[in-house]
C-alpha cells in the first residue's frame, strides 16, 4: 500500500485544569486533522519546543507542513511594539513555527498556513502584520470575526486570476469564514499577495515561484471542508505537492 503524505501540523497550548490544578496540554484542534485525513494525508501533531534540535528531527520526517490558526504573533518578530489591542500570546509556539516556516520555505517542504498560520508564514519570510484591523482602518471594515448561529461562509473575496489559488478553487470569487483581527501588512520576500476581501484585507498569499507550494490563507477552510468545495481543495492541493515531492 503506497503510503500517504505524513503532514505535520503545529499544536497550541491548552489550558487544563484538574481539582484546581494545572495541567495544561498541547493539541490541535479535530478539523484540521479531518481535513488532512480527508485530502489523503497522513497527520502527525508537532508540539511546541524551545529545542531546535527537536523540531528539526520531527521536520526531517514530514512531507508538508501545515500551520493552523489561533492566537495573534509578538510583534517583536516584526520589529513592532506590542498595541493595546494585542491579544494573547504564546512566545514558544511562535518560536516553533517560525523556525519550521522558515526551513521548509528554504527546502521548498509545501507548505500550508491557515489565518494565524498566513500570518506566520509572512513574518517569517520578513513581513509585518497589521496588529488589529479596526486600528489600522480606523473606518468601517467588512466584519472579519463572524458570530454566526452556525458555521458558514460570511463574507466574498477577490482572487487574482493567474494564482495558485484561483486555479484550486476554479473560481475568482468565493465566499469565506472569518475568524480574526488581524491581517498581512507588509508583504514577505519571495512572497505575493493572491486574494482580498472588498475592503482590501488580504485574504491570500503564495510564493512568487510557482515551482514551490507556499500558500497562506486567511480563513478557516478546515470548518468547512465538508462542503467539498474550494475548503477541501485546498487541503487536497497541499497533500498533493506533498506526495509529488516524495
Not at 489523503?40 to 528531527?57: D, F, N, R, W
Amino acid at each position: 500500500m503506497n503510503r500517504r503524505p505524513l503532514i505535520g501540523i503545529t499544536a497550541r497550548k491548552i489550558a487544563f485544569f484538574h481539582q484546581d490544578r494545572p495541567y495544561h496540554r498541547y493539541g490541535v484542534p479535530i478539523a484540521y486533522l479531518e481535513a488532512v485525513e480527508e485530502a489523503g494525508g497522513t497527520p502527525l501533531m508537532i508540539p511546541p519546543s524551545s529545542k531546535p534540535e527537536v523540531l528539526l528531527q520531527t521536520y526531517g520526517m514530514l512531507d508538508g507542513l501545515l500551520l493552523p490558526g489561533g492566537h495573534d504573533v509578538d510583534p517583536v518578530h516584526y520589529g513592532e511594539e506590542p498595541s493595546p489591542k494585542l491579544e494573547a500570546i504564546d512566545q514558544v509556539r511562535d518560536a516553533t513555527e517560525l523556525l519550521l516556516a522558515k526551513k521548509a520555505m528554504e527546502d521548498g517542504l509545501p507548505l500550508f498556513g491557515v489565518c494565524r498560520g498566513c500570518q506566520v508564514l509572512n513574518v517569517a519570510a520578513g513581513g509585518s502584520l497589521h496588529q488589529d484591523l479596526a486600528t489600522t482602518f480606523g473606518k468601517p471594515i467588512v466584519r472579519h470575526f463572524q458570530q454566526h448561529v452556525e458555521e458558514g461562509p460570511s463574507h466574498f473575496i477577490d482572487i487574482e486570476a493567474d494564482s495558485r489559488l484561483a486555479a484550486i478553487a476554479g473560481a475568482t470569487r468565493v465566499r469565506v469564514n472569518t475568524y480574526h483581527h488581524q491581517a498581512v501588512n507588509r508583504l514577505g520576500a519571495g512572497l505575493k499577495i493572491t486574494a482580498r476581501a472588498t475592503d482590501g484585507v488580504v485574504e491570500a498569499i503564495e510564493a512568487v515561484d510557482t515551482n514551490r507550494f507556499v500558500l497562506g490563507v486567511q480563513w478557516h477552510p478546515e470548518l468547512l471542508a465538508s462542503h467539498r468545495d474550494v475548503n477541501l481543495k485546498v487541503f487536497e492541493a497541499h497533500v498533493a505537492a506533498a506526495r509529488d515531492r516524495r
